[in-house]
């Protein structure tokens, strides 16, 4: 047993939750999802730069996906935490691209990221989940600071270089050991 | 001859995040149907993205709550099946099934009841090589649809809300590994989630009979839910 990961309690509860939601329609195991998630989806918005109200708009946008797609969920292929990040980030990435473009169709399906699909191992989905936990907790300051820019200030690897005033080479090595590291924990997820 | 070298990661990283522009997203949207490597390596960067989602501090929530969202969703359902309804028998892209060959297909009973199918016969394509056509047995609580696919069709994984009852007039689907062909009646039980498969190249004709509307699972699910019931 491996003493030093940290507890996967989040992660069986979290998917005992979906299940529940999938399964059997379970209002009540989807409010507890929601508190567990919408202040956090708040928090993402909020720092990808959105004003308070838009990002509680959001977030209660991205759990109403949650719940109406719940089935889309698999367990085998990753956490809850991993499939509702991708919710929030497409609501995100929707919501910029009516800003810029007032035009076209925004629904257009083949603007929808596509679905990933890994080939099923239940049992290994926890483990990979733990590792990357702990990887991440272990992760050099300087590498975590990039890779958590560039999740929650959707900043892309050049503006992240001109933000922290270091050459564009540093800032994409720095990402590159960042996910070789996690990559490496986690193993090879095929 | 070489191998194309692999995909820069930063495009990659920079999709996951959300920091793509349009434009690229799009292309690598494209890549990655095509990728599997790809997509793997995609989920490896999304189950960061989910983990750090998970460590940032609680935003207090002022105006949302979980009930509210059901609510939402509640009222929402209904709007939408009854426009899906409307969209689907008013203007769906219009799909030009070969009507001798649906004709041929029909047996006895069914072109004895040729009033039962409804003086217009409209064909509506439901997406992923699938058109329908409401047949006007349906009434509020169950719906008729004749099914028309090409062969070879991959429909897209969904799942049911409702019985759904399904006779093979021509042609042939897999389901979960079982093969139905003409005659044959696959019933799938409310909640069931699948994704048939038409059998070789002939076109499959079927008749299927729902309790409630279909909910699709997969890719565009949200899109096709919107007008796309049967």
Known sequence: MDRTAPPARNHEHDVALMEAIVKHGSREAFAALFDQFAPKLKAYYRKGGLELSLAEDLAQEAMLSVWRHAAKYKASIGSPSTWI??????????????????????????????????????VDAQQRYRSLKTALKNLPKEQAKVIRMAFFDHKAHSEIAAEVGLPLGTVKSRIRLAMQRLKGDLGDLE | MSLAPPLPEPLLFDYATGASSPAIGLLMAAHLSMSRESRALLATMEAVGGALLEDLDDEPLERISAADVLAIADKDEDDVSKMAELVLE?????????????????????????????????????????AAT???VSSEHERAHLLWAKGGTDIITHRHVGREVVLVLKGAFWDDGVRYGPGDVAVSEDGTIHNPHIDGDDDCVCLAVTEAPVHFTGLVGLALNRFCRF
């Not at chain 2, 060959?101 to 006895?108: H, I, N, R, S």
């Not at chain 2, 217009?120 to 394509?125: L, N, S």
């Open chain 2, 134 to 136: 409401k047949l006007a």
């Open chain 2, 90 to 130: 008013r203007s769906g892209p219009r799909a030009s099934v070969p009507p001798t060959f649906v004709q041929d297909a029909l047996p006895e009973p069914l072109r004895a009841a040729e009033s039962e199918l409804g003086g217009d016969r409209r064909w509506r394509w439901l997406g992923f090589g699938v």
């Open chain 1, 85 to 122: 990040f991708t919710i929030a980030r497409n609501l995100l990435i929707d919501h910029v691209r009516r800003q810029k473009a007032r035009q076209g169709d925004l629904k257009d399906p083949s603007l929808q990221p596509p679905e990933v699909e890994i080939a099923d191992d239940l």
